[in-house]
């Protein structure tokens, strides 16, 4: 699986990059070598609370998954995210 990571109106920190590719890494075996998964990290309103909104968008895998949330920071998106992706996983294998 093509893990793609952007970050927009900031600078990505190393710290970050790892919790994202430890997070993913399980879902790997679901998805399997042909599926892309992109997440598209960006800060809205610099200067409000809740402005941290994360994107991940699933493709080759019979359909587009996709799941947006806003929170204060963006492992709690990212987790939030990644969540609601595994909730559409189970719902597409329980109609196969």
Do not use: W
């Not at 990571?5 to 710290?15: C, G, S, W, Y």
């Not at 993913?24 to 679901?30: G, V």
């Not at 806003?70 to 196969?96: N, P």
């Amino acid at each position: 699986m093509k893990v793609t990571v952007q970050a927009v109106n900031f600078d990505i920190a190393e710290k970050l990059e790892k919790y994202i590719e430890k997070k993913t890494k399980k879902y790997h075996k679901f998805l399997g070598d042909s599926a892309e998964m992109e997440i598209r990290m960006t800060v809205v309103k610099p200067e409000s609370a809740m402005n941290k909104e994360t994107t991940v968008r699933i493709s080759g895998v019979g359909q587009e998954l996709f799941a947006q949330k806003t929170f204060d920071t963006f492992e709690q998106g990212v987790d939030e995210c990644l969540e609601a992706i595994g909730r559409q996983i189970e719902k597409m294998k329980e109609k196969k």
